[in-house]
T-cell receptor, first 113, second 114 residues
Framework: DSGVTQTPKHLITATGQRVTLRCSPR?????VYWYQQSLDQGLQFLIQ???????AKGNILERFSAQQFPDLHSELNLSSLELGDSALYFC????????????FGPGTRLLVL | GDSVTQMEGPVTLSEEAFLTINCTYT??????LFWYVQYPGEGLQLLLK?????DKGSNKGFEATYRKETTSFHLEKGSVQVSDSAVYFC?????????????FGKGTKLTVNP
């Protein structure tokens, strides 16, 4: 158990809908990262927050957004969902942003029908 | 940009066989290097890491050495077990822009048969 929690574990929804994925980092970790794992693209970095501020953006679509709250939990919002958004979404956390190890949550598996 | 290339799988071995999974990288600067493992139906777990050239990371019998001259970080284990069956990901840390995002290889699926 990494100490990073993600909810829900599974999510099934329809095209055009909007969903919110939630992540709670390890106690004391200030940095949260979101990654997408899909069969065709592999594991890709989406976005990073550090202590409530956006720190870096990767291959994140404009339909996706994220935020980190004062209690340091983070949410990833996915809107106008398409079939191709079906993937496993991981959250990871680290103490700061430097040479720190990232610890991954169990992931949320999203299926868009 | 930075990238990681690891050997295509799947890899199938018998128990107690020697394992090598090749990983090479392209990066500006001096990234940290990682191996993560994903067991069936689970998330990613850090297996080992190395933060500078010639460092050797090791854990659970697995080893990898950060080779700057060959830009490689090959994963090795002397004697695999059935419980090592999983997907293994090589990754580097991309620190551009003050972040520490990970860039992953495509993963190598290992199956160990009894």
């Amino acid at each position: 158990d990494s100490g990073v929690t993600q909810t829900p574990k599974h999510l099934i929804t329809a095209t055009g809908q909007r969903v919110t994925l939630r992540c709670s980092p390890r106690s004391g970790d200030l940095s949260v990262y979101w990654y997408q794992q899909s069969l065709d693209q592999g594991l890709q970095f989406l976005i990073q927050y550090y202590n409530g501020e956006e720190r870096a953006k990767g291959n994140i679509l404009e339909r996706f957004s994220a935020q980190q709250f004062p209690d340091l939990h983070s949410e990833l919002n996915l809107s106008s969902l398409e079939l191709g958004d079906s993937a496993l979404y991981f959250c990871a956390s680290s103490v700061e942003t430097g040479r720190e190890t990232q610890y991954f949550g169990p992931g949320t598996r999203l299926l868009v029908l | 940009g930075d990238s990681v290339t690891q050997m295509e799988g799947p890899v199938t071995l018998s128990e107690e066989a020697f394992l090598t999974i090749n990983c090479t990288y392209t990066a500006t600067g001096y990234p940290s290097l990682f191996w993560y493992v994903q067991y069936p139906g689970e998330g990613l777990q850090l297996l080992l890491k190395a933060t500078k050239a010639d460092d050797k990371g090791s854990n659970k019998g697995f080893e990898a050495t950060y080779r700057k001259e060959t830009t490689s970080f090959h994963l090795e284990k002397g004697s695999v077990q059935v419980s090592d069956s999983a997907v293994y990901f090589c990754a580097l840390s991309d620190r551009r822009g003050g972040s520490e995002k990970l860039v992953f290889g495509k993963g190598t699926k290992l199956t160990v048969n009894p």
